[in-house]
């Protein structure tokens, strides 16, 4: 056992030492865990900035850059603009860019670049949204005014198309209309219901007196016999 224990302790002394962290250290990891807090960084060391500022996304970098004030963090913050520029817009555009900037002879810093490219692309987005939505106020124009002359002209009257505009196939196809509902009427009067009743109440009285006639008698096909000649 006492030979295990003096073991243990040479590979416990043999490890190596993790070296705490320095308080520089805890403090760099502090400002990245909270980097969307940052604002003015003022006369921030750039070493510190270099280790920082990487980790803001485009919109903690744009704060940054506005609250600072008195200071050009250009030497710190263009590369990292540079691959906001190239991430948004692309590679093609970004090295056009460069090699515009050296065909000139000038510099700009890529936040400059960048801001203006979107403005520009907003601007192409507001021009090309305006163009859309006038052509959509265009067609519903169009199409509010064919309704508008197809609604003036108002159809003629039926009594003028019977009178007037009819031939005689049209006038045919009116008398058997007028016809077709005359008889329906006719047929559904109540003349014509209580003739049937009667007619059904004289069968059943004569099959009543008379067993040995068949049923559908000469009443029941006067009433056939009549109703067909009512629907003639």
């Not at 050009?72 to 900037?101: A, H, I, S």
């Not at 003629?156 to 196809?173: A, D, I, M, T, V």
């Given at each position: 056992?006492?030979?295990?224990r003096?073991?243990?302790?040479?590979n416990?002394?043999?490890?190596?030492?993790?070296?705490?962290?320095?308080?520089?250290?805890l403090?760099?990891?502090?400002?990245?865990?909270?980097?969307?807090?940052?604002?003015?960084?003022?006369?921030?060391?750039?070493?510190?900035?270099?280790?920082?500022?990487?980790?803001?996304?485009?919109?903690?970098?744009?704060?940054?850059?506005?609250?600072?004030?008195?200071?050009?963090?250009?030497?710190?913050?263009?590369?990292?603009?540079?691959?906001?520029?190239?991430?948004?817009f692309?590679?093609?555009n970004?090295?056009?860019?460069?090699?515009?900037?050296?065909?000139?002879?000038?510099?700009?810093?890529?936040?400059?670049?960048?801001?203006?490219?979107?403005?520009?692309?907003?601007?192409?987005?507001?021009?090309?949204?305006?163009?859309?939505?006038?052509?959509y106020?265009?067609?519903?124009?169009?199409?509010?005014?064919?309704?508008?002359?197809?609604?003036?002209?108002?159809p003629?009257?039926?009594?003028?198309?019977?009178?007037?505009?009819?031939g005689?196939?049209n006038?045919s196809?009116?008398?058997?209309?007028?016809?077709?509902k005359?008889?329906?009427?006719?047929?559904?009067?109540?003349e014509?219901?209580?003739?049937?009743?009667?007619?059904?109440n004289?069968?059943?009285?004569?099959n009543?007196?008379?067993?040995?006639?068949?049923?559908?008698?000469?009443?029941?096909?006067?009433?056939?016999?009549?109703?067909?000649?009512?629907?003639?």
């Amino acid at each position: 056992m006492d030979k295990k224990r003096s073991m243990n302790m040479h590979n416990v002394s043999t490890m190596p030492k993790r070296e705490a962290p320095s308080l520089l250290n805890l403090c760099i990891f502090t400002a990245i865990d909270n980097v969307r807090y940052l604002g003015d960084v003022g006369e921030t060391d750039e070493d510190l900035l270099d280790r920082i500022l990487p980790h803001c996304t485009l919109d903690q970098l744009m704060h940054v850059e506005k609250s600072t004030v008195g200071r050009d963090l250009g030497p710190v913050t263009d590369k990292l603009w540079k691959n906001f520029y190239e991430r948004q817009f692309g590679r093609e555009n970004t090295d056009l860019v460069v090699e515009r900037m050296k065909q000139k002879n000038v510099s700009f810093r890529w936040i400059q670049l960048y801001e203006a490219k979107s403005k520009d692309m907003t601007e192409a987005m507001n021009k090309s949204v305006d163009r859309l939505k006038q052509l959509y106020k265009d067609e519903d124009a169009r199409k509010q005014k064919r309704t508008i002359q197809l609604c003036s002209k108002v159809p003629p009257s039926s009594k003028r198309r019977f009178f007037g505009e009819s031939g005689p196939g049209n006038l045919s196809h009116i008398k058997s209309n007028l016809m077709r509902k005359a008889k329906s009427e006719f047929l559904n009067s109540r003349e014509v219901q209580n003739i049937a009743a009667m007619r059904k109440n004289a069968v059943q009285r004569n099959n009543r007196t008379s067993p040995m006639m068949k049923p559908g008698g000469s009443g029941v096909k006067n009433f056939a016999s009549a109703s067909r000649h009512g629907r003639s």
